[in-house]
Protein backbone atom coordinates (compact mmCIF):
# COMPACT_ATOMS: atom_id res chain seq x y z
CA UNK A 1 0.00 0.00 0.00
CA UNK A 2 1.48 3.64 -0.47
CA UNK A 3 2.48 5.55 2.13
CA UNK A 4 5.37 5.89 4.59
CA UNK A 5 5.39 3.67 8.37
CA UNK A 6 7.78 5.42 10.85
CA UNK A 7 9.42 2.55 12.60
CA UNK A 8 11.03 3.60 16.34
CA UNK A 9 11.75 1.63 18.89
CA UNK A 10 12.09 3.25 22.90
CA UNK A 11 14.08 2.20 25.62
CA UNK A 12 14.27 4.74 29.05
CA UNK A 13 13.31 7.41 26.55
CA UNK A 14 9.85 8.69 28.31
CA UNK A 15 11.29 12.04 29.10
CA UNK A 16 11.53 12.72 25.20
CA UNK A 17 8.26 10.94 23.23
CA UNK A 18 6.16 14.03 23.57
CA UNK A 19 8.90 16.01 21.43
CA UNK A 20 9.52 13.35 19.66
CA UNK A 21 5.70 12.98 18.53
CA UNK A 22 5.06 16.68 18.47
CA UNK A 23 7.96 16.24 15.51
CA UNK A 24 6.33 14.22 14.07
CA UNK A 25 2.76 15.62 14.42
CA UNK A 26 4.43 19.36 12.81
CA UNK A 27 5.62 17.64 9.25
CA UNK A 28 4.34 19.41 6.73
CA UNK A 29 3.81 16.45 4.64
CA UNK A 30 1.22 15.30 7.29
CA UNK A 31 -0.95 18.57 6.14
CA UNK A 32 -2.25 17.15 2.76
CA UNK A 33 -1.49 13.36 3.49
CA UNK A 34 -2.96 10.58 5.83
CA UNK A 35 -1.32 7.43 4.63
CA UNK A 36 1.31 6.91 7.15
CA UNK A 37 0.91 5.43 10.35
CA UNK A 38 3.60 4.85 13.62
CA UNK A 39 5.10 1.72 15.11
CA UNK A 40 6.41 2.49 17.85
CA UNK A 41 8.15 -0.90 19.83
CA UNK A 42 8.53 -0.39 23.88
CA UNK A 43 11.50 -2.50 24.96
CA UNK A 44 10.13 -4.33 27.96
CA UNK A 45 10.70 -0.75 29.86
CA UNK A 46 7.52 0.10 32.22
CA UNK A 47 8.67 3.68 32.60
CA UNK A 48 8.06 4.40 28.60
CA UNK A 49 5.36 2.17 28.05
CA UNK A 50 3.50 4.45 31.03
CA UNK A 51 4.29 7.59 29.01
CA UNK A 52 3.13 6.55 25.74
CA UNK A 53 -0.22 5.34 27.40
CA UNK A 54 0.00 8.74 29.08
CA UNK A 55 0.00 11.12 26.40
CA UNK A 56 -1.19 8.99 23.40
CA UNK A 57 -4.42 9.74 23.39
CA UNK A 58 -3.23 13.29 21.93
CA UNK A 59 -1.51 12.11 19.17
CA UNK A 60 -4.70 10.40 17.59
CA UNK A 61 -4.27 12.04 14.34
CA UNK A 62 -0.94 10.22 13.98
CA UNK A 63 -2.15 6.50 13.52
CA UNK A 64 -0.23 6.20 15.90
CA UNK A 65 0.54 1.79 16.67
CA UNK A 66 2.29 0.72 20.17
CA UNK A 67 3.82 -2.75 20.76
CA UNK A 68 5.32 -4.01 23.88
CA UNK A 69 8.32 -6.21 23.60
CA UNK A 70 8.27 -8.33 27.46
CA UNK A 71 11.93 -9.24 27.01
CA UNK A 72 14.25 -6.89 26.47
CA UNK A 73 15.52 -7.34 22.69
CA UNK A 74 17.25 -3.99 21.49
CA UNK A 75 16.69 -1.69 18.91
CA UNK A 76 17.30 -3.81 15.69
CA UNK A 77 15.52 -7.10 16.73
CA UNK A 78 12.72 -4.48 16.96
CA UNK A 79 12.90 -2.58 14.10
CA UNK A 80 13.51 -6.31 11.87
CA UNK A 81 10.37 -6.86 13.96
CA UNK A 82 7.53 -3.87 13.23
CA UNK A 83 8.68 -3.74 9.80
CA UNK A 84 7.02 -7.23 9.21
CA UNK A 85 3.46 -5.56 11.01
CA UNK A 86 3.50 -1.78 8.38
CA UNK A 87 0.95 -1.61 6.26
CA UNK A 88 2.95 0.66 3.80
CA UNK A 89 5.40 0.28 1.17
CA UNK A 90 7.96 2.78 2.42
CA UNK A 91 9.85 2.71 5.68
CA UNK A 92 11.10 5.76 7.66
CA UNK A 93 13.53 4.27 10.78
CA UNK A 94 13.87 6.84 13.30
CA UNK A 95 14.65 7.15 17.30
CA UNK A 96 12.56 7.79 19.81
CA UNK A 97 14.86 10.38 21.01
CA UNK A 98 15.52 12.81 18.42
CA UNK A 99 13.10 15.28 16.99
CA UNK A 100 12.66 15.75 13.40
CA UNK A 101 12.66 19.24 11.54
CA UNK A 102 9.49 20.07 9.83
CA UNK A 103 10.05 19.07 6.32
CA UNK A 104 11.66 15.61 7.01
CA UNK A 105 9.11 13.58 5.38
CA UNK A 106 8.29 15.56 2.49
CA UNK A 107 11.95 16.09 1.40
CA UNK A 108 12.24 12.43 1.53
CA UNK A 109 8.80 11.65 -0.26
CA UNK A 110 10.19 13.94 -3.02
CA UNK A 111 12.92 12.11 -3.44
CA UNK A 112 12.71 8.30 -2.88
CA UNK A 113 13.01 5.79 -5.78
CA UNK A 114 12.87 1.98 -5.69
CA UNK A 115 16.44 1.29 -5.55
CA UNK A 116 17.87 4.02 -3.13
CA UNK A 117 18.31 4.36 0.61
CA UNK A 118 17.64 7.94 1.37
CA UNK A 119 20.10 9.57 4.65
CA UNK A 120 20.05 12.68 6.75
CA UNK A 121 22.41 14.99 7.60
CA UNK A 122 21.96 16.35 11.30
CA UNK A 123 22.66 18.30 13.76
CA UNK A 124 24.01 17.08 17.61
CA UNK A 125 22.03 18.80 21.06
CA UNK A 126 23.65 18.13 23.87
CA UNK A 127 26.64 19.40 25.81
CA UNK A 128 29.20 16.46 26.07
CA UNK A 129 29.42 15.49 22.55
CA UNK A 130 30.59 17.97 20.18
CA UNK A 131 28.52 18.78 17.33
CA UNK A 132 31.34 18.83 14.60
CA UNK A 133 31.72 15.13 15.53
CA UNK A 134 28.83 13.76 14.66
CA UNK A 135 26.75 16.34 11.84
CA UNK A 136 29.40 16.19 8.86
CA UNK A 137 27.99 12.87 8.05
CA UNK A 138 24.57 11.62 7.66
CA UNK A 139 23.24 9.33 9.82
CA UNK A 140 23.37 5.25 9.56
CA UNK A 141 20.44 5.00 11.97
CA UNK A 142 17.99 7.35 10.42
CA UNK A 143 17.23 6.52 7.29
CA UNK A 144 14.34 5.56 5.13
CA UNK A 145 13.38 3.06 1.79
CA UNK A 146 10.91 0.45 0.64
CA UNK A 147 10.03 -2.42 2.30
CA UNK A 148 11.08 -4.50 -0.65
CA UNK A 149 14.73 -3.25 -0.31
CA UNK A 150 15.30 -3.71 3.07
CA UNK A 151 13.56 -7.40 2.54
CA UNK A 152 15.80 -8.11 -0.07
CA UNK A 153 18.64 -7.41 2.27
CA UNK A 154 17.82 -9.47 4.93
CA UNK A 155 17.56 -6.10 7.70
CA UNK A 156 19.39 -6.20 10.71
CA UNK A 157 22.14 -9.09 11.97
CA UNK A 158 21.09 -9.50 15.92
CA UNK A 159 23.32 -6.83 17.76
CA UNK A 160 22.66 -4.36 20.35
CA UNK A 161 25.00 -1.93 18.70
CA UNK A 162 26.17 -0.93 15.18
CA UNK A 163 24.02 -3.11 13.47
CA UNK A 164 22.66 -0.24 11.19
CA UNK A 165 26.37 0.45 10.35
CA UNK A 166 26.56 -3.21 9.18
CA UNK A 167 23.38 -2.79 7.25
CA UNK A 168 24.69 0.25 5.38
CA UNK A 169 27.93 -1.15 4.55
CA UNK A 170 26.42 -4.16 3.44
CA UNK A 171 23.75 -2.21 0.91
CA UNK A 172 26.87 -0.17 -0.36
CA UNK A 173 28.64 -3.24 -1.34
CA UNK A 174 25.62 -4.88 -3.80
CA UNK A 175 25.33 -1.31 -5.08
CA UNK A 176 22.44 0.15 -3.35
CA UNK A 177 22.16 4.44 -3.61
CA UNK A 178 22.39 6.41 -1.38
CA UNK A 179 20.93 10.04 -1.49
CA UNK A 180 20.50 13.22 0.88
CA UNK A 181 18.42 15.92 1.59
CA UNK A 182 19.79 19.04 1.53
CA UNK A 183 21.05 20.68 4.94
CA UNK A 184 20.20 19.36 8.50
CA UNK A 185 16.64 17.06 8.71
CA UNK A 186 16.76 16.28 12.15
CA UNK A 187 18.12 16.78 15.59
CA UNK A 188 20.27 14.28 16.86
CA UNK A 189 19.84 14.05 21.20
CA UNK A 190 23.14 12.58 22.81
CA UNK A 191 22.38 11.35 26.46
CA UNK A 192 23.32 9.02 29.34
CA UNK A 193 20.64 6.66 28.24
CA UNK A 194 21.26 6.77 24.38
CA UNK A 195 22.36 3.31 22.88
CA UNK A 196 26.16 4.30 22.22
CA UNK A 197 26.24 5.51 25.19
CA UNK A 198 25.61 2.85 27.17
CA UNK A 199 28.05 0.44 24.70
CA UNK A 200 30.70 2.89 25.12
CA UNK A 201 33.29 -0.05 25.48
CA UNK A 202 31.81 -1.08 21.96
CA UNK A 203 31.90 2.88 20.66
CA UNK A 204 35.51 3.00 21.62
CA UNK A 205 36.47 0.00 19.42
CA UNK A 206 34.98 1.66 16.49
CA UNK A 207 31.86 -0.88 16.20
CA UNK A 208 33.68 -3.89 14.90
CA UNK A 209 32.64 -2.98 11.86
CA UNK A 210 35.91 -5.18 10.00
CA UNK A 211 33.97 -8.39 10.63
CA UNK A 212 31.48 -7.40 8.49
CA UNK A 213 33.90 -6.70 5.87
CA UNK A 214 32.41 -9.43 3.43
CA UNK A 215 28.87 -10.07 4.88
CA UNK A 216 26.58 -12.04 2.73
CA UNK A 217 23.59 -9.82 0.81
CA UNK A 218 21.47 -11.62 2.68
CA UNK A 219 20.82 -13.26 6.47
CA UNK A 220 18.63 -14.77 8.73
CA UNK A 221 16.45 -11.98 10.19
CA UNK A 222 15.66 -11.96 13.75
CA UNK A 223 12.55 -10.86 15.17
CA UNK A 224 10.78 -11.34 18.64
CA UNK A 225 7.08 -11.76 19.90
CA UNK A 226 5.47 -8.92 21.02
CA UNK A 227 1.70 -7.32 21.89
CA UNK A 228 -0.02 -4.62 20.17
CA UNK A 229 -1.75 -1.98 22.69
CA UNK A 230 -4.63 -0.69 22.50
CA UNK A 231 -4.78 2.71 23.26
CA UNK A 232 -8.06 2.64 23.96
CA UNK A 233 -6.72 0.42 26.80
CA UNK A 234 -5.51 3.28 29.10
Known sequence: MDGISIITSAWKSQAFL????????????????????????????????GEILRIATNY???????FFFPKHVGTYVIRNTLVDKAKYDYLLFFDS????????VRETMYIRTKDNVVRYFFDVFFYYIPPTVWHKQASHGVYACYKDLFLEYGGYVDRFVSADTELKIRMLKFGVKE????????????????????????????????????????????????????????
Request: charged share 30%; net charge negative; with cysteine.
Open 179 to 234: VNPEGDMFLRRRHRDSLMSTHTDFAERGGMLIEYKDSPKQINRITAKCREIQINEV
Open 97 to 104: DDIMKENL
Open 18 to 49: KEYLDSIQNQTYFKDHNNFEILLGIDNCNETI
Open 60 to 66: QNLNLRV
